[in-house]
């Protein structure tokens, strides 16, 4: 299994348009290390990555810029996409915005949630991936269980998924007009025939989340603080308010997760977030317990032939 991850960033973005922290005035000023970041999300293939077709996970407002800067996610046809299905973790913006940008007429198959998916046929825009039959081909995740992965017309893709519930919350357009569910954010486990592992958990208000027993595990990279939006004057929010586990402290993931023997890498990373600036304190700290911090970009082997990353 390879993956690449194609947005390393929490909603906003890094920079985010209305911020003007001390990260995003850096990286806008293109200060040494500090990396721009497209919003959450990654791209998983059974196959090479140029042959392969792939399942994206989530979709986010940049999809475009990802897909045109992905040489692997590029058309092998004059009429072509080698994306053959979605994976959506919530329905949160950040991650659902793409799907409305690929309407033009490539089938997908789209797996989500029932409570995910009673939210997106709310809106009137699903239409638009809907001009001809087998164009969005909607099937359900349920929790717990594996669901092989196949494209619009059933054709199997060689990967597996499992959901999991990451303590999560209902996207902020739902919240008092739906009843909460553990659908409504989930964790992803994918699996190949190679035996290959991926854990996908980049928004989780928890580190009670099954992720043992994985060769690799993306996680919820949002916030180094509790509160740090706090801290920085930007919000009254708490991390956990928007269903994010810290870094830091004694609960945080840092002090949970490092034990894992997996191949660590924080994602899903907020523009505050003082592991972005690459002579931080905070970024030492993470890499010295083992931990990446993803970059857009960044290319995962996982399984049998997996070369980089410590064990
Ligand atoms: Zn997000
Ligand atoms: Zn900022």
Redesign the pocket.
């Known amino acids: 299994m390879r993956a690449i991850v194609l947005g390393s960033a929490a909603g ?1 973005g ?3 348009w209305n ?6 005035v850096a990286v806008r000023k293109g200060r040494p290390g500090f990396e721009p970041r497209t919003q959450d999300s990654l791209a998983v293939t059974a196959g090479a990555l140029n042959t392969g077709t792939f399942a994206l996970v989530n979709a986010s407002p940049e999809i475009l810029l990802q897909i045109q800067r992905t040489r692997a996610l590029w058309p092998r046809a004059p009429r072509h996409s080698p994306i053959s299905a979605i994976v959506l973790t919530n329905g949160d913006m950040d991650h659902v915005l793409g799907l409305f940008s690929l309407r033009e007429s490539w089938p997908l198959a789209l797996y989500v949630t029932a409570s995910v998916r009673e939210g997106l046929e709310q809106s009137a825009f699903i239409r638009t991936l809907r001009r001809f039959e087998g164009q969005l081909v909607v099937r359900e995740l349920i929790l717990g269980e594996t669901t092989e992965l196949a494209d619009a017309s059933n054709e199997p893709m060689g990967l597996s998924v499992r959901a999991f519930p990451t303590a999560g919350k209902l996207p902020v357009h739902f919240v008092g007009k739906a009843t909460e569910s553990p659908e409504d954010s989930i964790g992803l486990s994918f699996t190949d025939n190679t035996g290959g592992s991926l854990a996908y958990a980049a928004a989780t208000a928890s580190a009670d989340v099954a992720l043992e027993g994985h060769d690799v595990v993306f996680f919820d990279g949002t916030f180094f603080r509790e509160d740090e939006l706090r801290r920085l004057g ?1 919000s009254k929010s708490l991390a956990k308010d928007m269903a994010h586990i810290p870094i830091d402290g004694e609960n945080g993931s840092l002090a949970r997760l490092s034990k894992l023997g997996a191949r660590k890498i924080y994602t899903h990373i907020n ?2 977030n003082p592991i972005l600036a690459p002579d931080s304190d905070e970024r030492r700290a993470v890499e010295a317990a083992g931990w990446e911090v993803a970059y857009d970009g960044m290319e995962i082997t996982v399984g049998s032939s997996d070369v980089g990353g410590p064990k």
């Not at 911020?19 to 995003?24: A, D, H, P, R, S």
């Open positions: 906003g890094f920079p985010q911020c003007g922290c001390g990260n995003c930007l523009n505050t």
